[in-house]
């Protein structure tokens, strides 16, 4: 498959069940996150910035992009197992950076849970640096 293939619109109500599908795939779904609920309040704020990359009516990868005014941030970064490889993280990251670009966003942040180290080198090729920060978090 070619990457040109794949087109990088945003979410639409309609691909909810196949983009959640993908977070199971892709072990993004975790026992604190509930996907729905985590959609649903995207949805409410940049809703453009939620991104899929289509291939016709198949869903193969996400990307929850958001900017706060200080920094840009991305979340749910995911490609379909038998689709990765193929520079479509890449493709999605691209995106992601082009929205954040366009709102003047100098700087863009992401966090890797522990559990996931692999994922460092595929950031790494893309151009991210380890900002040796502690990452913390609270729930509301
Ligand atoms: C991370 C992820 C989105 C990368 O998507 P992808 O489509 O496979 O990435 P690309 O094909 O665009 O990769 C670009 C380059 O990054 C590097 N890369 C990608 N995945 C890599 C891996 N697992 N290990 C080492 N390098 C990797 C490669 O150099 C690759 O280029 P190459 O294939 O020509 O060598 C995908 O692996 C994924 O969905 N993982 C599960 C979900 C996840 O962990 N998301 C991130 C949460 S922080």
């Known amino acids: 498959m070619k990457v040109t293939e794949v087109k990088v619109r945003p979410y639409h109500s309609n691909d909810e069940q196949q983009v ?31 991104l899929v990359g289509a291939k016709d009516d198949l869903i193969v990868a996400s990307i929850m992009v958001g900017y706060e005014g200080h920094r840009g941030w991305i979340n749910y970064l995911a490609v379909l197992p038998n689709y990765q490889r193929q520079g479509i993280g890449w493709l999605m990251m691209n ?30 090729k893309i151009g991210f640096t380890d900002s040796n920060v502690i990452s913390m978090g609270k729930c509301l």
């Open 20 to 50: 959640i599908e993908l977070w199971h795939q892709c072990n993004l779904v975790v026992p604190w996150n509930d996907p729905k609920r985590d959609i649903e309040l995207k949805l409410k704020f940049q809703p453009h910035m939620f």
């Open 95 to 124: 995106a992601a950076e082009a929205e954040l670009k366009k709102l003047g966003c100098p700087k863009v942040n992401l966090q890797v849970r522990s559990s996931n180290k692999s994922v460092i080198a595929f950031y790494e």
